[in-house]
């Protein structure tokens, strides 16, 4: 049967425009009046839902139809929301903004398949009537896609807002001053964490005193009925695996939907920190992204990784994406080399601009071993190092769009560990192949 699901899109004219800081102040807002609001961020962000995860003390997760299919944004969407006052999606770009200058994945393409209504922060810095012009492109841009509400942003003075309001083509909801110093740093990934700054959750007070709460409440309880999502099938598991999860400072780039398919595929996983903690008792690893090369003394001086390489050694299923691919090569180059866990034959040299950036589809290949032979595999990538393989070294993945390790091949393997580029997005499958190897090895070592 339909369901109601009181629910609002945060999209921007484009990125820099502030969005990011609406859509945070706008949940930590929401959370203090005593609402439960439930998160989400189009496209294949970890950085912001950290933010939104804690200003919201719910998870934040991702919608991005490239990576998970319509089905699948609607499924997680509604899933995720069902005991929430309120879902508030912030979106990725400008509203519009899609892959390879497309629709397909942008915050629309998301809105749309919610039937979400968007409120649209426009940037009004050194601006005035102007902004009309912009306001009456977007709305009348794609009819399929309501844009209920405006929040100008950079608002410089009661002049300035005044200016503005002397027309209106769609309800202005707010009207942000220029906000000087509470800005949230950034380094070659974006955004600090959330771990490492509250500036995110400040921005509930600017939002309380310069946006309309109730009216933007009143267009989110407006949005129209979702017709049932399809059901997550959870299938009977006789057995589990216990599953060592890779999270602290330097391993915090994962989806949630990820570890939630693990774990109904028959995983039970634990969390554990490489520099701080001993390897847990375990039958496999996942050692996510996130920022080895800002705590790669640490990850050298500490026991965990010894550990994680004789365990390799021994055939436990490892597997690392991004981060965790730098860290299972053999050392890590920044201003000196940093010897790490030493399982893939490979050493990775951090760079000065970007080596990769963008979406990632491809095919596992048939002699992958433990891992899914010949499914498909998408995700994406993001990151400033470069791995230099060993001439033998052998890879699980062949890509048809994105860079990968090298020469489009993507999928670093060594025995029964798999270290990729790809943040991926898993399949079923692949989280059954792999809980089914955690069990083999658990069985047989």
């Not at 899109?9 to 484009?14: P, S």
């Not at 629309?108 to 902004?131: F, G, K, N, Q, T």
């Not at 950036?357 to 433990?370: A, E, T, W």
Request: net charge negative.
């Amino acid at each position: 049967m339909p369901v109601t699901i009181p629910r609002i899109v945060i999209a921007g004219t484009h990125s820099g425009c502030g969005k990011t800081s609406v859509a945070s102040g706008l949940m930590a807002a929401l959370t203090e009046s005593g609402l439960s609001v439930q998160p989400f961020k189009t496209g294949p962000d970890f950085i912001d839902p950290s933010h939104h995860s804690a200003i919201c003390g719910r998870i934040s997760r991702n919608l991005d139809p490239f990576m998970m299919g319509e089905r699948e944004v609607m499924r997680s969407f509604a899933s995720a929301s069902g005991d929430a006052d309120i879902a508030v999606i912030e979106g990725a770009m400008g509203l519009f903004d899609g892959i390879d200058g497309t629709d397909l994945s942008s915050t629309a393409h998301v809105a749309r398949i919610l039937h979400a209504p968007v409120i649209l922060v426009v940037d009004a810095y050194a601006a005035c009537r102007s902004v009309h012009a912009v306001v009456r492109g977007f709305q009348t841009f794609d009819p399929h896609v309501r844009i209920a509400g405006i929040i100008f942003n950079r608002i410089g003075t009661a002049k300035h807002r005044e200016m503005i309001a002397t027309e209106e083509f769609v309800p202005a909801l707010g009207w942000i001053p220029h906000q000087r110093g509470d800005e949230v740093r950034s380094r070659h990934l974006g955004l600090v964490m959330a771990h490492e700054s509250a500036g995110m959750s400040r921005f509930g007070r600017v939002v309380r005193e310069s946006c309309d709460i109730p009216a933007i409440l009143d267009v989110a309880r407006g949005a129209p009925l979702l017709t049932d999502p399809p059901a997550t099938k959870t299938p009977q598991v006789s057995k589990q695996a216990v599953f060592g999860v890779a999270r602290d400072e330097a391993f915090c780039f994962y989806y949630q939907d990820n570890l939630d398919r693990l774990v109904r595929a028959g995983s039970e996983i634990r969390f554990f920190s490489p520099m701080q903690d001993p390897l847990p008792e375990v039958d496999a690893l996942y050692i996510g992204g996130g920022y080895p090369e800002l705590h790669a003394k640490k990850l050298e001086d500490s026991r965990c990784r010894h550990a994680i390489h004789d365990m390799a050694d021994q055939g436990m299923p490892v597997y690392g994406e991004c981060g965790g691919l730098m860290y299972l090569c053999g050392s890590v180059s920044i201003d000196r080399e940093f010897r790490m866990a030493d399982v893939l034959p490979a050493r990775v040299e951090m760079t000065e601009t970007i080596e990769a950036l963008g979406y990632v589809k491809g095919r596992y290949n048939s002699r992958s071993g433990l891992w899914p032979g010949t499914a498909l595999i998408r995700g994406h990538e993001f990151h400033y190092s470069r791995a230099a393989c060993d001439p033998d070294a052998r890879f699980a993945i062949r890509l048809g769009l994105g860079k990968g390790i090298q020469d489009g091949n993507d999928g670093l393997i060594e025995q029964n560990t798999l270290g990729a580029y790809t943040h991926a997005y898993f399949s079923d499958t692949f989280c059954r192949r792999f809980v089914a190897a955690a069990e083999d090895f658990r069985r047989n070592r």
